[in-house]
């Protein structure tokens, strides 16, 4: 039995009240950029993912009846409608056939609108986990496939390893990447991907790159960077900020940003010397599947649930 990952403890332990915890990691974009754009008018991207030991939790706890139904606090802005972990739930009971429903709660940690992927984690996160409490058993390759029709992203929270991304961001190699630690900062500005990629500034066809070009350093970019900086003062103030203390960077369509180091204790002095009002924080890169990882730490129901069908 694997341990329980070292961020969020006991994960996929059952309370009292029949609640379970499963963790929804943060992301970073250690590269992004766009090579060109396909007739249906999506984006061709090629990214590196690294997964963070650190998010957000998703709590579910399974009903009796066909209800889904979120608790706690809404995001801000973000209707029933529009939930991804509700649309995620409805999606997977549709497509497993389940007459079973879930209660659902999150407990936010990761920022909104700030490019950490926090939305299609939590997303990822209940189509994963209910594939096991429900005993779907639809595999993680299906369920990544069905995760591209709530977003881009999804697919690579599914797999839970960092990877090189390309297409549209779904089409996905494994990566190892070498241990590391982030200084993150979030400036507090909620920026809209949708905006940002019809951008008319945008660079859309960047030469493209491989795997042995970001691993030598030579891919590091991200092509949203000047445009979020240009439009939002706040990230081009907390970049800044950043740059003092290493290479600063931002994290998806912004407008997070981060700055990486080898080892923890780097991280933290660098972090003790920001400014005081600065919302930033460190996490270490994720070195194991943290879902995964709950999934094999607890007996669901009396019988260990397997990640079936994966090439990750």
């Known amino acids: 039995m694997s341990a329980a990952v070292s961020f969020w403890g006991d994960v996929g332990v059952t309370d009292g009240d029949g609640w379970t915890a499963w963790p929804a990691p943060a992301k970073l974009n250690l590269s992004l950029r766009i090579t060109g754009r396909?007739?249906?008018?999506?984006?061709?991207?090629q990214t590196v993912f690294q997964l963070l030991d650190w998010g957000d939790t998703v709590h579910l706890r399974p009903r009796a009846d066909r209800g889904i139904v979120r608790h706690g606090m809404a995001l801000a802005g973000v209707p029933e409608v529009a939930d991804l972990t509700l649309l995620a739930a409805h999606l997977l009971r549709k497509e497993a056939k389940c007459a079973q429903g879930v209660d659902i709660r999150v407990e936010k940690r990761i920022p909104a609108g700030a490019g950490f992927g926090g939305g299609s984690s939590d997303a990822a996160t209940v189509?994963?986990?209910l594939d096991a409490l429900w005993h779907s058993g639809l595999g993680l390759d299906a369920?990544?496939?069905?995760?591209?029709?709530l977003g881009a992203d999804v697919p690579v929270f599914v797999h839970g390893r960092s990877a090189w991304a390309e297409g549209v961001g779904d089409a996905l190699t494994p990566l190892s990447l070498p241990p590391a630690w982030y200084l993150l900062a979030d400036p507090g500005v909620h920026v809209a991907t949708a905006a940002m990629f019809a951008a008319p500034e945008l660079t859309r066809h960047a030469t493209a790159a491989t795997i042995a070009d970001f691993v030598s350093g030579a891919c590091q970019d991200n092509v949203f960077e000047p445009v979020v900086r240009r439009r939002f003062p706040a990230v081009d103030a907390t970049l800044n900020a950043l740059s003092r203390v290493g290479q600063a960077r931002m994290t998806g369509s912004g407008g997070g940003c981060f700055v990486a180091?080898?080892?923890a204790a780097?991280?933290?002095?660098?972090?003790?010397?920001?400014?005081?009002g600065l919302h930033s924080w460190v996490a270490a890169g994720a070195m194991r599947p943290a879902l995964r990882d709950a999934l094999e730490a607890k007996p669901l129901q009396g019988r260990r649930q397997e990640a079936?069908?994966?090439r990750f």
């Open 38 to 45: 396909r007739a249906d008018g999506y984006h061709q991207l």
């Open 266 to 276: 780097s991280a933290h002095a660098a972090h003790a010397r920001l400014p005081p």
């Open 143 to 149: 369920l990544a496939v069905m995760g591209r029709a």
């Open 308 to 310: 079936q069908g994966t």
């Open 261 to 263: 180091f080898g080892d």
């Open 127 to 129: 189509l994963v986990a």
